[in-house]
């Protein structure tokens, strides 16, 4: 099964370790997970340099082979660039995401 999660909320929100847990136990048991971050969302696939290492955690989402989009309009409007993404992160525009809502079996907002 194709599962898709929408979020729009930054890394500090209850909703973006919600959608990360589940997108992790979707993947582990087996599931296609895509991901599109936009607005605040976009905050949690960027390389964290702190000296305490904080990560939203959508770096080990990456390494279990989920796909996560950012939207480009909302990182341009940030001033953020690609090099401040974690590497493996796509860039796409609205046309995209409503590609991948149309592709899931099952598609989750969290705005």
Not at 1 to 11: D, E, N, R, V
Not at 34 to 41: A, R, T, V
Request: charged share 25%; proline share 1%.
């Amino acid at each position: 099964m194709k599962i898709g999660f929408l979020l729009h909320k930054s890394p500090e929100h209850q909703d973006a370790q919600t959608v990360r847990r589940i997108a992790e136990s979707f993947v582990d048991t087996g599931h296609e997970v895509s991901i599109f971050l936009m607005e605040d969302g976009v905050l949690n696939a960027v390389i964290n340099h702190s000296s305490k290492g904080l990560s939203a955690g959508f770096d080990k989402l990456l390494s279990k082979g989920v796909k996560i989009a950012l939207c480009t309009y909302t990182t341009e409007i940030r001033g953020l660039s690609r090099d401040h993404f974690l590497k493996g992160i796509d860039f796409h525009s609205q046309y995209d995401l409503s590609r991948l809502v149309n592709e899931c079996d099952r598609f989750l907002s969290f705005v």
